[in-house]
């Protein structure tokens, strides 16, 4: 009864094609930000800040990344690390060597620089589909991490590659503090998760979909394949880079190429997957449910090996519960692509539609 | 019996003797005929005459070996479908080939892809040109919608309609791109008689109201008959007939194709 | 000269080792067009099964049939949870399905046998043959030679079963569409079944070559990865291309690492591999011995 459209009509078409036509979505929404940019930093401790919500948030970022490439593009990608490791070495490159460079300029450079190496590694895509694209992006993440190594310019000749991010300064103002960094990482997540949100719903979310979906229908209506292609790959990188930068600055503090392993990109293809493919939405579902699940998984085992100790006096051994995450994951995988393909964010959806009948049964 | 609704024009698109072939198939051998402008043509045939790889030759999905199209005074030996779109040809599938993942409005919308102007920064920041665009493509979308009769589907995904009216859809985005040349493949195969007349309507009122030429291939001779000004008949990959209904279907080279008559 | 051939040939028989894994993937998804990412961690698993077992006091025989037959009961277990739920879904998601099954066969390895690398024996020696060394002065491990008589052993008794058997037959409809075999009655199920038992196989001997070789360790799922430029140079469906494939794809590697590596400060074996089989991609999409695919408009 709360969630009915009822009396929400639409007089013009720009009022029709807003983000979020429901007013109760808007008012949802409103609200989840004003939590995110108020009240978090009232309530928040230095753990969730830096240990779960920042994570989520770079992590949503980069999920968003591969999520325009694979979910509306429709080009398998298991690449995505490395284009993160450019971001991060890139940021690194130019704030070092170009003195007195805007904090957000670097960023948005590195972005850049992850845009063209994603051009290039994306264009066997105009030939060559699905697996065999796969395999392609994966030589973009051995190659990409072999480079960073094998020329000690990227990291500045330290040893082992290691880079440490330098501190973050926008306009003479340090951003130390978990709470600071919480703050710049939301604002520039949430930015690009509009800009993002806006390309999906224009002409060039529709190319990539079309392109996805049958790309000799749309070639034959006058779409540019090749440059479909190539924009996907290119605004996916830049999204990638930035998070890789975000990744180095506001999280890890120092990191090396090695830190981009073939295990993230995975990481994040499964919180496409989950998440919800074809949605931006669902990138923020599936990062949030990938970050949480260890988190989970690190409380409720013990919680269970208390619970079977005192039921039948054995515990699970101790070495179980990183395999186990590993064996959750996969289940957890297939399970969802069994169940509900289109992941969370469809999960999501169905839930609404049984909300706007709540509480009658139909 | 065909009316002349238009004056019809002059000729537009010229095929001189196209051969195509896949491998050992001859899909095609030396095909010559013409569209003028205004015109419905038709094109018939048993099946496997060639008929829809004549249409994917005329918009650039395939590439013959030999022959020459003329299109508007220009002479090539291949379209290439981009460019066949930019010129102003659309077209619809036999097998519907619509993007199953978007939904009715997104999919005509794509129709209009080649009018939009504005760079993927403009769309993300979603300001100025984009909106505008954006806004004017949709209202543009919204005439064809109505011209169909589709308003009460077009936030339904496509994979969810019945047959009849995704081929409504197909059409729909065809025509949003404002084609000049419209080339329809099979646009009634599989619906029922009211789904015909209707979509007989939709075509008819097409060529009326926007002048498109039309070239439509289709198996029900009736619908033929009534609607073409010309027909082009095709059998394994040959012409047969050229003309206009009345004398395609007294030529007895077609009537024995018909038959299955040995020639 | 002769260190060329030395080169050459210890990259060929590298190459057979990928050979074997290549195998399994091809078995799979020429039956069931599934790529199946999970077949490393399958080789993994068997592998680790069998020394298990053998350390814990069975035979080397009884071993190997009692992990042949978890593998057949894991094959049989994954169509049952795995595939069949997921009939006819398009290819990708199938792929991805056979992604979660890597990191759950992993888990379960590791959870059962541990993450300690084994070392496993099989009695013969990674020794050169005296013989050629003596009137060559080529060196040749006999191990690497046997591994090659193994592999060609195992492709031609698969090449008959595909070509000459009734189920074989029944593979390979079932490989090009689902719905169309189950619609003229093959036992969808049992194919798949005996498939994926079959893979499980060829799964374990690849397991035991590997782990003779380099030990068995968690690196073993990740042999997966350096059959996906085999398949592409020989492509997917093909038997005899899964072995060109490895051949040329295990030659290239040694002779890149060794001629090429200097230049370029070495270690180009983790992404040569993958250049190489990027390039050809873009000369020939679909494999030395692939089939082309005509998109019907």
């Known amino acids: 009864m709360l969630y009915r459209e009822a009396g929400q009509f639409k007089t013009a078409y720009a009022t029709d094609q807003q983000i979020f036509p429901i007013r109760q979505d808007r008012v949802a929404v409103i609200a989840v930000v004003a939590f995110a940019f108020l009240v978090v930093p009232v309530i928040g401790n230095q753990y969730w800040l830096s240990a779960i919500l920042i994570p989520f948030l770079i992590f949503s970022l980069a999920a968003l990344g591969l999520n325009i490439l694979t979910g509306y593009a429709g080009q398998l990608s298991l690449g995505t690390a490395a284009f993160m490791a450019v971001g991060a070495f890139a940021a690194y490159n130019f704030v070092l060597r170009v003195p007195g460079i805007p904090l957000l300029v670097a960023f948005a450079l590195a972005g850049g620089c992850a845009a063209l190496v994603g051009i290039v590694f994306g264009l066997p895509s105009l030939r060559i589909k699905g697996f065999y694209l796969a395999v392609a992006t994966l030589a973009a993440q051995f190659f990409i991490v072999w480079a960073l190594v094998r020329f000690p310019w990227f990291s500045n000749y330290s040893s082992s590659g290691v880079i440490t991010a330098q501190q973050m300064k926008i306009f003479g103002v340090a951003f130390d503090t978990p709470l600071e960094k919480y703050l710049l990482v939301l604002s520039i997540v949430s930015l690009m998760a509009l800009a993002a949100k806006n390309m999906v719903r224009s002409e060039v979310g529709r190319a990539w979909m079309a392109v996805r979906d049958m790309d000799v229908a749309a070639e034959v209506i006058g779409i540019r394949i090749m440059y479909t292609k190539l924009t996907a790959f290119a605004v996916s990188s830049f999204y990638c880079g930035v998070a890789g930068a975000l990744f180095a600055y506001a999280y890890l503090g120092t990191v090396e190429p090695e830190a981009f392993t073939l295990d993230l990109s995975f990481r994040i293809l499964f919180m496409v997957i989950i998440g919800g493919m074809g949605s931006v939405l669902g990138s923020f579902l599936g990062a949030g449910f990938i970050v949480m699940l260890p988190i989970v998984l690190n409380i409720s085992i013990p919680a269970l090996n208390r619970l079977l100790y005192a039921l039948v006096q054995w515990s699970l051994p101790a070495s179980i519960t990183s395999n186990l995450e590993l064996m959750v994951f996969g289940g957890l995988i297939i399970f969802f692509l069994i169940v509900e393909p289109h992941g969370l964010a469809r999960l999501w959806q169905i839930g609404k539609e049984k909300l706007r009948l709540w509480p009658f049964p139909h | ?263 | 000269m002769s260190f060329f051939f030395e080169v050459l040939i210890g990259g060929l028989l590298s190459g057979v080792m990928y050979s074997l894994v290549a195998l399994g993937f091809v078995l799979i998804y020429k039956a069931s067009g599934v790529f199946n990412f999970a077949q490393g961690a399958m080789v993994f698993f068997a592998a680790m099964t069998f020394v298990g077992l053998n350390e814990a006091g069975l035979g080397f025989w009884l071993a190997f049939v009692v992990t042949t037959g978890v593998m057949v009961v894991g094959a049989l277990l994954t169509e049952r949870i795995v595939l069949r739920p997921l009939v006819n879904q398009p290819q990708i998601t199938l792929f991805m399905a056979t992604i979660g099954l890597t990191f759950f066969l992993e888990g379960l390895t590791q959870m059962i046998w541990g993450s300690t690398p084994l070392g496993l024996e099989l009695g013969i020696q990674d020794q050169p043959l005296d013989w050629l060394m003596d009137k060559t002065g080529i060196n040749v491990s006999q191990f690497d030679l046997f591994a090659a008589a193994v592999a060609g052993i195992l492709v031609a008794v698969l090449a008959v079963f595909f070509q000459k058997t009734r189920i074989g037959r029944a593979l390979r409809a079932v490989a090009d569409d689902h719905q169309a075999a189950l619609s003229i009655g093959i036992p969808l199920q049992q194919i798949w079944g005996i498939v994926w038992a079959t893979a499980g196989f060829v799964a374990l001997v690849s397991g035991l070559m590997w782990g003779a070789r380099n030990g068995v360790q968690f690196a073993l799922t990740f042999t997966a990865l350096k059959a996906l430029p085999v398949l592409i140079l020989g492509g997917f469906e093909s038997v005899p291309g899964a072995i060109v494939g490895g051949l040329i794809v295990g030659a290239s590697e040694k002779l890149a690492e060794v001629y090429v590596g200097p230049m370029v400060g070495g270690g180009i074996e983790s992404w040569v591999a993958y250049v190489i089989a990027l390039l050809f991609l873009l000369v020939r999409p679909e494999g030395l011995f692939g089939e082309k695919h005509i998109d019907r408009v």
């Open chain 2, 1 to 263: 019996m065909a009316t002349s609704r238009r004056t019809i024009g002059d000729v537009i698109l010229t095929l001189e003797r196209i051969s195509l072939g896949f491998g050992g198939v001859k899909a095609l051998s030396e095909v010559s005929f013409d569209v003028r402008e205004h015109e419905i043509r038709a094109i018939i045939g048993p099946n496997g005459a060639g008929k829809s790889s004549m249409l994917n030759v005329i918009n650039g999905v395939y590439h013959p070996q030999q022959g020459t199209i003329t299109f508007r005074g220009e002479i090539r030996r291949e379209m290439v479908p981009h460019q066949a779109a930019a010129q102003g040809i659309a077209r619809t599938f036999q097998n519907i080939a619509l993007f199953k993942g978007m939904s009715v409005l997104d999919n005509i919308m794509t129709g209009r892809n080649l009018k939009m102007r504005a760079s993927i920064l403009e769309q993300a920041i979603h300001f100025g040109r984009a909106r505008r665009e954006e806004l004017d493509n949709r209202r543009k979308v919204e005439e064809v919608i109505d011209f169909l009769e589709i308003q009460h589907i077009r936030k339904t995904p496509v994979g969810r309609l019945p047959y009849g009216l995704q081929k409504r859809v197909e059409l729909a985005r065809a025509l949003a791109a404002e084609p000049s040349m419209l080339l329809l493949d099979e646009p009634m195969a599989g619906m029922n008689v009211e789904e015909k007349q209707d979509m007989c309507r939709f075509v008819l009122d097409v060529n009326e109201q926007y002048g498109t030429t039309i070239v439509l291939i289709e198996h029900d001779m009736g619908v033929v008959m009534d609607i073409s000004d010309r027909v082009v008949v095709l059998d394994y990959g040959r012409k047969i007939g050229d003309g206009t209904p009345d004398e395609v279907r007294a030529s007895q080279a077609v009537i024995d194709a018909y038959l299955g008559v040995a020639h």
